[in-house]
């Protein structure tokens, strides 16, 4: 498997520039196709108003128009950026629906989607505040997540494997298969409270080093119980391993559990310090 074709959120926060040169950089490293994608979003209307008289400005149609002038410039600064970067194979696309639909659309017909970390000080947070987790649970695609802030020149170079023996934890290992093969060091982790009754044998963690090794990666082995918080201590992990990116399993329970129980996916999500890789 490699990555033939990678699709980057567009938008007008601070933190663009940055998602698209990531992107950029897995293009060409991977020989992939790069989609900038810029969802304009719809005007709301209210229904109580009526079609304007014949003559008057159309206020709907002139909202609309704006949204899409906006997200045309998102294109074409994308498209800027990366020519700059010399990625040779890539597109910019304006889509006028709302950003979660948009994304969840486009999502199936790509390897990986390069979004950005919720930013609850920005003042769109309300209205996008769960689009990682819409676009990772819907979208049927890997979901690369970046943090609100941090510079990553390069990620994937020295990578953390959240493991627990799941079809999550596996089909992410498959989608970050990829970047696993060219990563300079692999940690395959395995994090476990010790409140928990269904521990992972030595042996499962074997045999998941021997899948790995079969693909070219020669991961080393964690496994450890814990007592606190799964999420915290895992990005506690990656900081002790000097990681640059997370590899993890995305919703083991339903949404409403992993709500409810406050689960390692809502918490990595959160307080993300290193970009995640995330599957479901």
Same mark, same amino acid.
């Given at each position: &498997? !490699?990555?033939?074709s990678?699709l980057?959120?567009?938008?007008? !926060?601070p933190?663009?520039?940055?998602?698209?040169e990531?992107?950029?950089?897995?293009?060409?490293? *991977?020989?992939? *196709?790069?989609?900038?994608?810029?969802?304009?979003?719809?005007?709301? $209307?209210?229904?109580r108003?009526?079609p304007?008289? !014949?003559?008057?400005?159309?206020?709907?149609?002139?909202?609309?128009a704006?949204l899409?002038?906006?997200?045309?410039?998102l %294109?074409?600064? #994308?498209?800027?950026?990366?020519?700059?970067?010399?990625v040779?194979? #890539?597109?910019?696309?304006?889509?006028?629906?709302?950003?979660?639909?948009?994304? =969840?659309?486009?999502?199936? /017909?790509?390897?990986? %989607? /390069?979004?950005?970390?919720?930013?609850? +000080?920005?003042?769109?947070?309300? $209205?996008?505040?769960?689009l990682?987790?819409? =676009?990772? &649970? @819907?979208?049927?695609?890997?979901?690369?997540? =970046?943090?609100v %802030?941090?510079? #990553?020149?390069r990620?994937?170079?020295?990578?953390? %494997?959240a493991?627990?023996?799941?079809?999550?934890?596996?089909?992410? /290992?498959h989608?970050a &298969?990829?970047?696993?093969?060219?990563?300079?060091?692999?940690?395959?982790?395995?994090?476990?409270?010790e409140?928990?009754?269904?521990?992972l044998t030595?042996?499962?963690?074997?045999?998941?080093?021997?899948?790995?090794?079969?693909?070219? $990666?020669?991961? @080393?082995?964690?496994?450890?119980?814990?007592r606190?918080? /799964?999420g915290?201590?895992?990005?506690?992990r990656?900081?002790?391993?000097? +990681?640059d990116?997370?590899? &993890?399993?995305?919703?083991?329970?339903?949404?409403m559990a992993?709500?409810l129980?406050?689960?390692?996916?809502?918490?990595?999500?959160a307080?993300?310090?290193?970009?995640?890789l995330?599957? *479901?």
């Open positions: &498997m !490699s990555y033939r990678i980057v959120h567009l938008d007008d !926060s933190r663009c520039a940055l998602r698209t990531i992107a950029a950089g897995l293009a060409l490293a *991977h020989g992939a *196709h790069l989609r900038g994608l810029a969802p304009a979003g719809l005007v709301n $209307v209210p229904a108003l009526t304007p008289a !014949s003559g008057s400005p159309n206020y709907f149609e002139l909202a609309q704006s899409n002038e906006r997200a045309q410039a %294109v074409r600064e #994308f498209e800027q950026r990366v020519r700059a970067i010399g040779e194979s #890539f597109d910019g696309r304006v889509d006028e629906d709302d950003t979660v639909a948009s994304l =969840v659309q486009h999502a199936g /017909v790509h390897d990986l %989607v /390069v979004l950005g970390q919720t930013d609850r +000080a920005s003042p769109s947070a309300k $209205v996008d505040l769960a990682p987790e819409q =676009v990772l &649970m @819907h979208g049927g695609t890997a979901t690369l997540v =970046v943090p %802030v941090g510079r #990553f020149e990620i994937g170079l020295n990578v953390v %494997v493991w627990n023996a799941t079809r999550e934890s596996a089909r992410a /290992v989608d &298969m990829p970047i696993l093969r060219r990563a300079q060091s692999v940690h395959l982790t395995c994090l476990e409270r409140s928990d009754l269904r521990h030595r042996l499962q963690l074997n045999d998941a080093r021997d899948w790995l090794i079969r693909h070219g $990666v020669d991961p @080393h082995l964690h496994q450890e119980p814990i606190g918080d /799964v915290e201590a895992l990005l506690s990656a900081d002790d391993f000097g +990681a990116l997370i590899v &993890m399993g995305g919703y083991g329970h339903s949404r992993e709500f129980l406050g689960g390692v996916t809502r918490r990595l999500l307080q993300m310090t290193v970009p995640v995330v599957s *479901h």
